[in-house]
């Protein structure tokens, strides 16, 4: 069984930064996943911010784009996120989520979630 735990949320004022992180434990061949990072806020679905590939390839939102960065070190198997200029806008509950091929698809695993709040 796949866990994800993030950390490293808080409160930011606008213009700052914050690093999200993301271990993964359980499953094997972490290099092989697709790791993402998603975010929901209150009263609004729950949206991709960004993904990064097996690969490396990775792919933002363009709310985010230019600001956030995602990154991987498969030996530790953890996913970050450096969220820098900040806005009152990115203040949510992050998420990381894996995508993992299987024989027969894909399965999906989340994290609990991480509070992110961006004061103006």
């Known amino acids: 069984q796949v866990q994800l735990v993030e950390s490293g949320g808080g409160v930011a004022q606008a213009g700052g930064s914050l690093r999200l992180s993301c271990v993964a434990s359980g499953g094997d061949e972490f290099s092989f996943w697709t790791m993402a990072w998603y975010r929901q806020a209150p009263g609004r679905q729950r949206e991709m911010v960004a993904t990064?590939?097996?690969?490396?390839?990775?792919d933002y939102s363009h709310f985010v784009r230019g600001r956030f960065t995602i990154s991987r070190d498969n030996a530790q198997k953890r996913v970050s996120l450096q969220m820098d200029s900040l806005k009152p806008e990115d203040t949510a509950v992050y998420y990381c989520?894996?995508?993992?091929?299987?024989?027969?698809?894909?399965?999906?695993?989340w994290g609990q979630g991480i509070q992110v709040t961006v004061s103006s």
């Open positions: 990064i590939a097996s690969g490396y390839n990775t």
């Open positions: 989520k894996a995508q993992i091929r299987t024989y027969t698809g894909y399965d999906t695993y």
